[in-house]
């Protein structure tokens, strides 16, 4: 039996139905039907209207012919049946099996870009990066060296408050009893997903009955894809999902993952929605996928009801072979999130501005606070990723991840 996948957004609400495997490249297409709800705030203020032919390309995309592989695949490409062939595969992307090789090589323009060969050789310093040969070790030896023999990463590591020998920022008679920072939108969750099925030791393995999940106020979908993909492949019935979360960019970002990874061959999906949900910046071959697959869809929809009722939902059903995907929002917030997916960010401006975040000097304890129960190479990556705010292995290179996350 093959199962029958649906989604609805409704409200400022979204049920998607997709396969179990959403990001289980072993089992592609199969498993049973799933839902999401996703839900989105009330509509505030009408938004100016968007053409969808403005959406053509990327629009962080300041080179028309870097970008021209939107114009190779429209939705319509999708088959009955199949996985769509995405911008990275027509870029040549190939997910990987093994980490890179940490070594890297300096073009002409000055680009760092990593080792082609699989790596087979780790560091026994660190044991946080791998190498191909040891002459990549040995020409790379200078760079790694920083991280390698970092104070970071020394298990004998003290907080700054303890070397300095002061009350950390956070206690004591000045320390605050509540200390706010930054922008109140909480983009991840703070603790680790959750099976909230876990099959095979309740229902059991051969459970068939259809299953119905609430995933009330969920911000980001981790505990929807770590239950989903814990369903059995062999299950046949339909489980429907429900999702919501009141801040429109968590919404809008999660529409973003699922429409993927209903399009796209589940390892170009992962690579895809490992940076919309994590990174601050993408490459330009993500930016043409999410144009193709995300943005000219929600495009059609806002242009064709750029004249019709402020306060009437809107329904609109897209059918990706067996997938079904249905969205019912208010005008205003189909608009909303078309602006969100065709923003133009000054990328220098932005990382400026993560960066005053992640990395505010005065916020030193409070980072030396997350750090301190970590492991070396725990603080190492943790650090990593606040300076680069791309998730990749320690090690790559991230200078093609040029234009920021919408």
Known sequence: MRPTYKATLFFGYIVFKAAASILDPAAPGQGPASTILLATSPPQEIRDEVRPEEFS?????SDEAECSMSALMTPDDVQH???ATSPLSLLGYI????SPCANTTTTNGGTRFNCVNDSNLTCSGCLMV????KDCQRSHSRIHKLDCKSDLGKESRKPTWIREGREPTFIGKDGPLLATFGHRTYLWGNIPAINVLNVGNNEGQAYGEDLSLLFAASGDPRNFIYSINGIPNTYEGTCTSVLNDMNIRVAARNIVM??????LQPLEAAEVILHVWYSARLDHGMLAAIDIHVTKLIAEVAFKIRSKSDNVVHSKTWT????EVTVRLYKQQWTTLLQILGAKHDTTKTEEERRKVVLAPHRVDYRDRELLNLSGSGRLCSLKFREAGVLAPF????????FSNP
């Open 57 to 61: 390309m990327p629009q962080n995309c």
């Open 81 to 83: 049946g199949t996985h």
């Open 95 to 98: 997910p990987r099996q093994t």
């Open 130 to 133: 791998k190498y191909c040969g």
């Open 258 to 263: 699922l429409l993927i990874s209903a399009q």
């Open 320 to 323: 990706f072979g067996s997938t």
């Open 395 to 402: 090690g790559a290179t991230m200078e093609h991840f040029k």
